[in-house]
């Protein structure tokens, strides 16, 4: 860990920190003051380990729906033998960061954006080309805001609803492209049209669940907690949730993602898609620029 260097911990809406399967609850920040200091858990699976702190480059693998800025006890030592990963005995958080659920969204479209190809040339079914669902994407986002009755959220359903359909368009051109490749006994997985579309695709996923967390945020909460649990294997019962609509049980639907972890996936597949088009230089190059996307998104200062 270096001098200055400023140490985040993505957390979901409660503010627990899901690092590989350790499930962290930290106290979050209020009113001004930053969340209390704590140490390693006294008991459990994670009883004496210590508290995993990501740097900038390590948050960028492991977005949250929540992001805060971090601080480690003066005195107490640190290391770093995980990349990415500062780990300290005694930590707490500073403040959360201006990273949002919106953010997520406009930065995975940024990072998808940012390496397709001009003219790509690939068209969907309906006619439109990936840059116009991209800029549908983003203009829907950008005018998400206002009415907050509930026309205005059944508004917001029927965008995402829209949304939706043209991200699985997308899909189906990722598949075509992967046919085409096997077809020609190549990888898809080593074709950067087929990660800059993946791509497309995720970030189009990521501003679908950006439009549902205006329509009805409660539920998309209960279903990002719902999802952390299913992938670190806890067993819990899924839980009733008031919306003007009435009672849902908040779940994760098939193919339905976090806002976050769409937005992860598609920072990765666009800097496999920089490499495969261009080699390891071009990928570093990527994630320099989505760090520095990243640190705006964040809203942190350059000198963090």
Request: include cysteine; aromatic fraction near 4%; hydrophobic fraction near 40%.
């Amino acid at each position: 860990m270096t001098a200055n260097q400023a140490l985040f911990v993505p957390t979901d809406a409660k503010g627990v920190q899901h690092h590989l399967e350790a499930d962290l609850g930290w106290p979050l920040p209020a009113g001004g003051r930053e969340g209390d200091w704590i140490g390693p858990a006294e008991s459990g699976p994670q009883a004496g380990r210590p508290l995993p702190l990501l740097t900038l480059d390590g948050l960028l693998e492991e977005l949250g729906e929540r992001i805060f800025v971090a601080e480690v006890r003066p005195g107490v030592t640190t290391s770093d033998h995980e990349p990415g990963v500062v780990t300290a005995d005694s930590a707490r958080l500073a403040r959360e960061t201006a990273w949002s659920v919106h953010e997520a969204a406009n930065f995975a479209l940024d990072c998808a954006e940012h390496v397709l190809a001009e003219p790509t040339g690939l068209k969907l079914h309906s006619g439109a080309t990936l840059e116009e669902v991209m800029s549908a994407a983003r203009s829907w986002l950008d005018n998400s805001g206002g009415d907050t009755g509930l026309l205005g959220r059944v508004s917001r359903i029927a965008t995402a609803r829209r949304l939706r359909r043209r991200g699985d368009e997308v899909g189906d051109l990722a598949f075509a492209i992967m046919l085409e490749d096997e077809s020609e006994d190549l990888d898809a997985m080593e074709d950067p049209d087929w990660e800059a579309v993946a791509a497309v695709r995720d970030a189009v996923l990521s501003a679908v669940e950006a439009l549902r967390h205006d329509a009805a945020p409660q539920l998309l909460e209960s279903e990002n907690t719902r999802y952390e649990e299913d992938n670190t294997g806890l067993d819990s019962l899924p839980e009733p949730v008031d919306t003007p609509w009435g009672s849902f049980i908040g779940g994760r639907r098939a193919g339905v993602v976090p806002a976050h972890v769409a937005a992860r996936d598609a920072a990765g597949r666009a800097r496999e898609a920089a490499s495969k088009a261009n080699g390891a230089e071009a990928g570093a190059a990527e994630r320099s620029w989505q760090l520095e996307r990243l640190r705006a998104a964040l809203g942190l200062a350059d000198s963090l």
